[in-house]
């Protein structure tokens, strides 16, 4: 059974150009050259499930960024480029409650030799419980100060 006809989608040739040069670049990013392809087989008046088994991607994912770009068009490529249209709209969620400021901070503190413990290096405990009470940050897990120090340390290497 078919659904629904997909909206029509019709370009510029400074779009078609520019999507041309996105879709066939070696230095985009993968999924900027895929949306990129996703518009012109979409401008060129293929289906959603043609463009998606072309690309081998699902009807969906194809569906939303012929929906985005149409809603993009409204706006001038002045104000909002080709690859600016194919970028990934913000994720709802709650915003992160400790910022890169804070974990520099617990970072500084775990990297300098605790001075009035009788160990020479940091447990997950003893740091939380120093980071908290300096008032760096107003709660935190031992788990989680682990876990931040691990992950700031392992994008050094």
Request: a positive charge; charged letters at 30%.
């Amino acid at each position: 059974m078919r659904g629904p006809k997909a909206a029509k989608l019709t370009l510029s040739e400074r779009e078609k150009d520019e999507l041309e040069r996105l879709a066939r670049g070696h230095n985009i990013p993968q999924h900027h050259a895929l949306r990129g392809r996703m518009i012109l087989l979409a401008s060129a008046g293929k289906s959603n499930a043609e463009i998606a088994r072309d690309l081998h991607t699902c009807d969906d994912t194809v569906r939303l960024w012929r929906r985005r770009w149409i809603s993009s068009q409204a706006t001038s490529l002045g104000d909002l480029s080709v690859k600016e249209r194919l970028e990934e709209h913000p994720r709802s969620g709650r915003p992160p409650r400790i910022t890169a400021e804070q974990t520099c901070q617990l970072v500084a503190i775990a990297c300098t030799p605790p001075s009035d413990h009788p160990t020479s290096h940091w447990t997950p405990r003893e740091l939380a419980d120093e980071v908290m009470a300096r008032g760096i940050i107003d709660q935190i897990s031992p788990r989680h100060a682990s876990r931040l120090l691990k992950r700031r340390l392992s994008n050094r290497i």
